[in-house]
Nanobody, 115 residues
Framework: QVQLVESGGGLVQAGGSLRLSCAAS????????MGWYRQAPGKQRELVAT???????SYVDSVKDRFTISRDVAKNTLYLQMNSLKPEDTAVYYC?????????WGQGTQVTVSS
């Protein structure tokens, strides 16, 4: 079974930065797609950023030009660089991967942005 483990969350002041990591139990090149989701209390889970074939990336409008999704193949790790953080970015962030019609999720990491 595929395992995804997120890390890097924490408490940061508005305007600060964090880098989230998602360590996978297998070569991340084998996945059809990977991405980051987030869910705030009382809100639906939303797709934040994805990385697909030919390094195509997409971002939800609220994080464009602030967040960057990237990877380190040698470390089997997906990253989400989060800059210029805002209080509204506060949420639990989840790593996601797709392979052979199956979806996999990490347990999530809490990001809290204070005013």
């Amino acid at each position: 079974q595929v395992q995804l483990v997120e890390s890097g969350g924490g408490l940061v002041q508005a305007g600060g930065s964090l880098r989230l990591s998602c360590a996978a139990s297998r070569n991340i090149l084998s996945f059809n797609a990977m991405g980051w989701y987030r869910q705030a209390p009382g809100k639906q889970r939303e797709l934040v950023a994805t990385r697909q074939t030919f390094a195509f990336t997409s971002y939800v409008d609220s994080v464009k030009d602030r967040f960057t999704i990237s990877r380190d193949v040698a470390k089997n790790t997906l990253y989400l660089q989060m800059n210029s953080l805002k209080p509204e970015d506060t949420a639990v962030y989840y790593c996601n991967a797709e392979l052979g019609g199956m979806t996999y999720w990490g347990q999530g990491t809490q990001v809290t942005v204070s005013s």
